[in-house]
């Protein structure tokens, strides 16, 4: 497989060299290259200099790369053979959480400021993919999928109840403390209240679902996803915002004249300061090829951000915010053979490839 050299100049804009590029920060084992065969499906960002982005290599295989301010390095991975990995959340540089499934079963892993290591978690009969992964500290990390909602208080994973018939329809979750934690997907939205999951009174968008969601406090989340409801192409974009007392359907942009409609898989936000808001997905421009989409928030409308589209169909699927001037979105060329890698970099004015 072909590696590519990430650094700092091809954030700006230069073309990014060929060349092998050594493991991660405190990685064990020789110099890897990121491949650029394979999809990344979710993302993490600790600080400017500290990210993590996780997801599959082609055809199979667990693929995670790190940012350390310069460049993208791959780091070795658990089920390097036949994982997969759709989700990444960190606490700090030295404790990062990443969810998938690994030849049917839940596949869990963990950064320890060293390596990642493979972590138990419980796995019911049938196939366990999980998709989404929140971390609130070191003992409160939250993981949902297929088979319902996982918790993590600092010594093991745990199965926690959820409302009945919802738990299996969870794509994403997000947690902003103890008491206050979101879990979005097509069976609706569930609440954490610190004791029980709760299902939520919605705007009702029939013949949807939601992929992505995030939260600053408890007055403040977003969630979003794709609805075809009185929509004139497919999909339509679907932006929906808790104010601490209700959701409520935001209008997103939809480009014109997609046959095959826009959709949205990822959403991101900071406290501060109150414009900063992404999600990102792609929108079709001719088939079977897609383009990359992505919104934001500048406190009071979503607007669409110009950003580049490879060719091969390209769809980004995870998305982080700094919101000093950094973004990180990812994702991949879904309509390409092999599956290409891609990495967007927000500098504070423009996205730019990096990969």
């Not at 060929?18 to 405190?26: E, L, Q, Y």
């Not at 209700?246 to 014109?256: A, D, E, F, L, M």
């Amino acid at each position: 497989m072909a590696a590519l050299l990430l650094a700092a100049g091809a954030a700006a804009g230069v073309a990014p060299a060929r060349a092998a590029i050594a493991a991660g920060p405190g990685a064990a084992g020789r110099a890897a290259a990121v491949p650029v065969s394979g999809i990344l499906n979710g993302v993490a960002a600790v600080s400017a200099r500290d990210a993590w982005a996780v997801g599959t290599a082609d055809p199979l295989g667990t693929l995670i790369g790190h940012w350390n301010g310069a460049a993208w390095r791959r780091v070795p991975s658990p089920a390097a053979k036949h994982g997969r990995l759709f989700a990444v959340a960190a606490v700090s540089t030295r404790d990062a959480w990443a969810v998938g499934t690994d030849l049917g079963r839940a596949l869990i892993v963990h950064w320890n400021g060293a390596a990642w290591h493979r972590v138990r978690a419980p796995s019911p009969s049938g196939d366990t993919i999980l998709q989404g992964v929140a971390a609130v500290s070191a003992r409160d990390v939250w993981a949902v999928g297929t088979t319902g909602i996982l918790h993590w208080n600092g010594s093991a994973w745990r199965q926690v109840r959820a409302p009945g018939g919802t738990g299996a329809g969870l794509t994403a979750v997000t947690a902003t403390s103890a008491r206050n934690a979101w879990a979005v997907g097509a069976v609706g939205i569930l609440r954490w209240n610190g004791t029980a999951w709760t299902r939520v009174r919605h705007p009702g968008f029939a013949r949807g679902s939601l992929y992505g969601v995030t939260a600053t406090s408890a007055a403040n989340a977003w969630a979003a996803g794709t609805s075809v409801a009185r929509c004139p192409t497919v999909g339509c974009t679907l932006i929906v915002h808790w104010n601490g007392a209700g959701w409520k359907r935001v209008r997103s942009p939809n480009p014109p004249a997609n046959p095959q409609g826009n959709w949205l898989f990822a959403v991101t936000a900071a406290a501060a300061p109150a414009g900063c808001a992404w999600a990102v997905g792609g929108t079709s421009v001719t088939e079977p090829d897609s383009g990359t989409l992505i919104l934001r928030w500048n406190g009071t409308a979503w607007k669409r951000v110009r950003s580049p589209s490879p060719p091969g169909g390209v769809n980004l699927f995870g998305v982080a915010a700094l919101c000093a001037g950094t973004a990180w979105a990812v994702g991949g060329t879904t309509s390409a053979t092999p599956p290409r890698a891609v990495i967007l970099r927000w500098n504070g004015t423009n996205w730019k490839r990096v990969l």
